[in-house]
């Protein structure tokens, strides 16, 4: 886990396809908008979004390229959503 930009982090899952990491990472995005975070005041529903990007054969800034082009695609979907990259 990686924290790559303001509001933005990175996670490795070595030896998982992207459609398995996909499935892992929508269970943590619904998670995430079913809790809340306590704050001063008072408590704050959250979402977030996720693009996912495979890595066999690319290097690492393709990689991250891929990555943020869904993430990207994720926020104009509507957010709180996960996207892979094609």
């Known amino acids: 886990l990686a924290r790559t930009g303001g ?3 990175c ?3 070595p030896g998982l396809t ?8 929508e269970v943590f ?4 908008e ?5 704050t ?5 529903s959250m979402t977030i979004s ?3 990007a ?13 990555a943020g082009s869904a993430l990207y695609r994720a926020k104009v979907a509507g957010r709180n959503t996960v996207i892979i990259s094609e």
Do not use: C, H, T, W
Request: proline content about 2%.
């Open 7 to 9: 509001e933005e982090f």
């Open 11 to 13: 996670v490795l899952f």
């Open 18 to 25: 992207g459609d398995r990491a996909s499935q892992l990472l």
């Open 29 to 32: 995005r619904s998670q995430v």
């Open 34 to 38: 079913d809790g809340y975070a306590q």
């Open 40 to 44: 001063d005041a008072g408590s704050v």
């Open 50 to 52: 996720i693009g996912v």
């Open 54 to 66: 495979q890595a066999p054969n690319l290097s690492l800034e393709s990689l991250m390229k891929n």
